[in-house]
């Protein structure tokens, strides 16, 4: 069974920086493709960052960002511990939110994310 659990989220002041896990576990971790999605308040919930599986092909680890939030967020991976990062700086109030880790059609439960001096 798969299991995908977010954690790392909380208040910040604008401008501060929050790192987001996203441990999985009942799955070959690296053979996965992991997403972020962040869903703001009444709105729907939108891919900003990915990163590639890490199983041996061309692409390994390569990662991919929405415009909005390229230069300020990280996604890494860390195989060893089937976990996912997301290294968000210089937040904007606009990055508030819940933020939730994606591997195929498994969902973690969200981390709340509060932008708001």
């Known amino acids: 069974q798969v299991q995908l659990v977010e954690s790392g989220g909380g208040l910040v002041q604008p401008g501060g920086s929050l790192l987001l896990s996203c441990a999985a576990s009942?799955?070959?971790?690296?053979?996965?493709?992991t997403n972020w999605y962040h869903q703001a308040p009444g709105k729907e919930r939108q891919l900003v960052a990915l990163?590639?599986?890490?199983?041996?092909?061309?692409?390994?680890?390569?990662?991919q960002y929405r415009e909005s939030v390229k230069g300020r967020f990280i996604v890494s991976r860390d195989n060893a511990k089937n976990v996912v990062y997301l290294q968000m700086n210089f937040l904007k109030v606009e990055d508030t939110g819940v933020y939730y880790c994606?591997?195929?059609?498994?969902w973690g439960q969200g981390t709340q994310v509060i932008v708001s001096s």
């Open positions: 009942g799955l070959t971790f690296r053979e996965y493709r």
């Open positions: 990163i590639r599986s890490d199983d041996g092909g061309p692409d390994d680890g390569t990662t």
């Open positions: 994606n591997i195929d059609s498994e």
